[in-house]
Structure formats: structure tokens, C-alpha cells
């Protein structure tokens, strides 16, 4: 991230684990895109569902497809285009 609180680059890559944890992060109206590292992905993960239930949000991992949330209804549906035309 940038900004105030951003990690210098002295320190962001500092060591392999602290750049392999470094995450670019997108934010919208009703979620936050996360991309990281592939070979932390079981670790970020397990961290983001523990998160979610705590904070009563779900995660949807984009590469497999699988939903984790609980008692969150609208994450179990989903919407198909079916063209650009309105």
C-alpha cells in the first residue's frame, strides 16, 4: 500500500519472508480484492477465514471458487451479464 502507513522499501524487502507477505490490495463498494504470493496462500487463507468470522464477513478465494462465510446469504448467489446492452 501507499501512503502514511506504507512499509519503506528498506523494510518491505528486507527478507524473503517479508516480501513474500507483501499484498497489493484493491477496495470497493462491497469488498476488498487481496492478491499475494501463491506459496503463502494456505497460510493468508486460513488467516482471512479466521477474520471473517470474527468480523461476520465471507471470502471468495477467485482461483478455486470456494465461498467461506457463515450466516451470510447474499455471498451464496450469484449474478451472470448476459451482454453489454442494457
Given at each position: 500500500?501507499?501512503?502514511?502507513?506504507?512499509?519503506?522499501?528498506?523494510?518491505?524487502y528486507a527478507s524473503e519472508d517479508t516480501e513474500n507477505h507483501l499484498t497489493d490490495y484493491s477496495f470497493g463498494k462491497n469488498g476488498v480484492y487481496c492478491a499475494f504470493l501463491y506459496n503463502v496462500a494456505t497460510e493468508?487463507?486460513?488467516?482471512?477465514?479466521?477474520?471473517?468470522?470474527q468480523y461476520g464477513m465471507g471470502v471468495y478465494n477467485l482461483a478455486t471458487g470456494e465461498i467461506?462465510?457463515?450466516?451470510?446469504d447474499i455471498l451464496k448467489y450469484s449474478t451472470k451479464s448476459i451482454g453489454d446492452t442494457l
Open positions: 500500500m501507499n501512503g502514511e502507513y506504507a512499509l519503506s522499501d528498506e523494510i518491505a493468508v487463507l486460513k488467516f482471512l477465514k479466521n477474520t471473517a468470522e467461506f462465510c457463515k450466516n451470510l
